[in-house]
Every structure is written in structure tokens, then in C-alpha cells.
């Protein structure tokens, strides 16, 4: 199976999550600063998710150019991650609504701990598909920055109760760490001169 439509499918429905997160952010009602200040929280936490939302297109683009082709499973794992992101919106707007209260916090650390674990089961899929010795594979290597994501999300969700501050530090730590570009597949990809 042709991984097209499973790229093209996946690029729609992270286009219509970050879209449903800017229609979240309401107009101000005023005409000063402080109508502005009032969205804070809403605004930060949209940043957050749309910076998280985006990191998981980028990889997901990157994922998919070592592989060569897609089954079933792949296409069952890839929607499970799409389920979990899909949950985003939600959480970022309770979140930003309830200025990181500590429940909102602590959901919307649990969806970006179900998303890592959803990508982490879509990336192990696709290599039980090319083999130990595919470029996926010699890519993917020990996938040290998705075990320190996991550990940190899951510290965040833990924390949540008791610092929501030090919770969403945490993500926006995991964050910075997927920000820094990953060029393994790329590496792994380029032709050797």
C-alpha cells in the first residue's frame, strides 16, 4: 500500500486541529491593553498546542520519508496518534479558560502523554514493517528524545497537583527538546558522496 493518502489524510487533519484552536481564540471586548491581557491565558496555551501540534507534523513528515510503504497496522497506529491529537483543542481550551488550573493541566499533560505513546506505537509498527536493517530503522536508532518525552510528560502530569506551573514547564521542556532539529532520518536518507 502507497504511504500517500495516509500523508495527505494525516496533513488534513492536523490543518483542522490547529484550525479549531484558532477559532478558540475570541475577539477581545474593549479597546486597551488590558482587553488583550484578559486572553493570556487562552493565547499562551494555544501557543503551546500549536507549537506541539506542529512538532508532531514536522516528525510525522519526517517519519514517513524513510518508510517505503504502509499496511493495516500502520494505518490503524496512525490514526490512534490522530485520535489523541485531536483531543488538543479541547484540553488547550479548558487549560487556558481555567488559567492552568491544575485538573486542565494535568488532562492536557495525560493527551501529550497518549499522543508520545501513540507515535512511539506508529514508529514501532513501521519498523516491524521495513526490518531491523532499513533506513527507518538506522534512523530511528534507540529513540532516546521519545523515552526522555515520556518520562517528562508523565513527570508532568504527576506534578500537575501540586506546581501546574512546573507541569507546563515540563511540557514546554519537551517541547524545546523536538524544537531543536532532528536530523537523524535526513542522515540517514541523504546520499552518501
Known amino acids: 500500500m502507497h504511504k500517500g493518502r495516509l500523508e495527505a489524510f494525516s496533513d488534513g487533519v492536523i490543518a483542522i486541529i490547529i484550525t479549531i484552536m484558532v477559532l ?16 493570556a491565558p487562552v493565547f499562551l496555551s494555544y501557543v503551546l498546542s500549536f507549537v506541539n501540534v506542529g ?3 514536522n516528525n510525522h513528515h519526517h517519519l514517513l520519508q524513510a ?3 504502509v ?13 489523541w491529537l485531536s483531543l488538543v483543542p479541547v484540553t488547550t481550551g479548558w487549560m487556558g479558560e481555567n488559567h492552568f488550573a491544575p485538573w486542565p493541566v494535568a488532562v492536557y499533560s495525560g493527551i ?3 499522543a508520545a505513546v501513540a507515535y512511539t ?3 514501532r509498527v513501521l519498523l516491524t514493517g521495513h526490518g531491523a536493517d532499513s533506513h527507518l530503522a538506522r534512523a530511528i536508532g534507540s529513540d532516546y528524545k521519545g ?3 515520556l518520562t517528562l510528560y508523565t513527570l508532568s502530569v504527576a506534578v500537575a497537583f501540586w506546581q501546574a ?5 515540563l511540557n514546554i521542556l519537551v517541547a524545546i527538546i523536538w524544537l531543536i532539529p532532528d536530523r537523524r532520518i535526513e542522515k540517514t536518507l541523504a546520499p552518501t558522496p
Do not use: C, Q, R
Not at 24 to 39: F, N
Not at 71 to 83: C, D, K, P, Y
Open 24 to 39: 478558540e481564540l475570541k475577539v477581545p471586548h474593549g479597546t486597551d491593553l488590558a482587553a488583550l491581557t484578559k486572553l
Open 55 to 57: 512538532i508532531y507534523w
Open 67 to 69: 518508510v517505503k510503504h
Open 71 to 83: 499496511n493495516g497496522a500502520v494505518l490503524w497506529a496512525n490514526l490512534h496518534l490522530l485520535f
Open 112 to 114: 501529550l502523554i497518549m
Open 121 to 123: 506505537i506508529l514508529v
Open 147 to 149: 523515552k526522555i518525552s
Open 165 to 169: 506551573w512546573l507541569s507546563l514547564a
